[in-house]
């Protein structure tokens, strides 16, 4: 069983609440290996989504990169950020956020919401598969038989919310769990459900 729980809360409440659990703290301010699941860990050669030719070092440098304020356009110099620092480009020093750019070249602007659907949460699948897998494997196999609590900044596991930040950790969760949100596992969901109402016309 996986879990998902502030880094903001004492271990000892977390504890208290799940007794025997295995707290995994996977922000960029993990002391351990986990610390390569957060958006901020420098990976290097992650794909920037609608970009050929562009590979960024982290999510987060791709979701900053591509953001579009009202002072300031897409910052491809972000996507080499390797020091896990200094990624965010804020309202404060831009001004008014316009969206995110559909690529590096593209003409869309993406709403934040669809923005995390198109760009943030492809973008971290990517780096699960291609970067961080054997630690998945490890997480979805203790998973099994222990309680596993992601500690994270943000806990919303809700994608439409667009009031709070996305937790990673939630992502983590899904994938884990074979339900990560627009990817295969949902794919085959809605296939499948195409096919029992077909049975039922």
Known sequence: MIIIESKRKKPETILKKYPDAILADVTSGAKDGLVKLSPFYPHGGIPVPFSDGYTATCVE???????????????????????????????????????????????????????????????????????????IDRLREASKTKTIVLLDYDTNADVENAKKPLSHASLIKAYVEGTYPYGEEKEKKEDNNLQLDLFKE
Not at 74 to 86: A, G, H, S
Not at 96 to 102: I, M, T
Not at 114 to 122: C, D, F, L, S, V
């Open 61 to 135: 440098a791709i979701w900053q990169g591509l953001k579009v304020f009202e002072s300031c356009d897409v910052d491809v110099q972000i996507f080499q950020n390797d020091t896990m620092k200094n990624i965010k480009r804020t309202v404060r020093r831009f001004g008014k956020p316009l969206g995110h750019r559909k690529g590096v070249h593209g003409t869309e602007l993406l709403g934040y919401i669809e923005a995390r659907k198109q760009i943030y949460i492809p973008t971290y699948k990517w780096v699960l598969e291609n970067k961080v897998a054997y630690i």
